[in-house]
């Protein structure tokens, strides 16, 4: 598949490593600049883009940014995607350590997943969010495997979550159906599943313990 990845920290770098290796032509921005990534396109193989450029063509776009850089994306930034994109959203909302507090959010009550939709003007499938980034390059299993991870996915586009889902899969993870966008508050940070290690089964139970509180921590 033709892949755009927007961001290129430790969760976009890593997606980059593995979805180049597996065959599929990936194109990688950050807000630097693609003169920024030759490092990265040199290891991989991924093709370094503008922002405005990742998503030319693509079946799946990643956005892995801090949420607060959400709203200076570009106007319009899904328009050159391929028909029936699916966009993966990995991000959390941190208000006390990075994003300063977003009212939507918590006055609101939105998903940060939701508000990335309300900004980018597309459903989004939220996905890695809880996921430690050098797990995507050591972890990845053999489907079947007692070991294998698995990862929460929510989403209320149910032709993009089972293309995340496939796509998951190939990485070399199991996926858990974390229901809809509205629902997605129970992989964000501090909930049972946020950076949990382990199956199918611990991650559906951790899913279904989450509280609908936002913890103390994580308000602005």
Same mark, same amino acid.
């Given at each position: 598949m033709k892949i755009g990845i927007i961001g290129a920290g430790n969760i976009g770098g890593n997606l980059t490593r593995r979805l180049s290796a597996l065959g599929h032509d990936v194109s990688v921005a950050n807000s630097r600049g693609?003169?920024?990534?030759t490092e990265l396109a040199e290891e991989t193989g991924a093709t370094p883009v503008t922002v405005e450029e990742a998503a030319r063509g693509a079946e799946v776009v990643?956005?892995?940014?801090? @949420?607060? +850089?959400?709203?200076s994306l570009p106007p319009g930034i899904l328009d050159g995607a391929a028909e029936g994109v699916a966009v993966i959203d990995t991000n959390?909302?941190?208000?006390?350590?990075?994003?300063?507090r977003i009212a939507e959010i918590e006055d609101e009550g939105l998903t940060e997943s939701r508000w990335t939709e309300r900004h980018i003007g597309h459903p989004v499938i939220k996905a890695f969010n809880g996921t430690y980034a050098q797990d995507i390059l050591d972890?990845?299993?053999a489907a079947g495997d007692p070991d294998r991870m698995a990862l929460p996915v929510?989403?209320?586009?149910?032709?993009?979550?089972?293309? @995340?889902? +496939?796509l998951i899969d190939e990485l070399g993870f199991d996926t858990v159906d974390a229901?809809?966008?509205?629902?997605?508050?129970?992989?964000?940070?501090?909930?049972?599943?946020?950076?949990?290690q382990a199956g199918t089964e611990a991650v559906t139970k951790a899913l279904a313990?989450?509280?609908?509180?936002?913890p103390a921590s994580f308000r602005g």
């Open positions: 693609p003169q920024t990534l990643v956005i892995t940014i801090p @949420v607060k +850089a959400v709203p959390n909302y941190y208000p006390q350590q990075r994003d300063g972890r990845p299993l929510a989403g209320d586009d149910e032709a993009a979550k089972a293309k @995340v889902r +496939a229901g809809g966008i509205d629902d997605s508050w129970r992989q964000q940070p501090d909930t049972p599943v946020y950076g949990l313990e989450a509280s609908p509180e936002r």
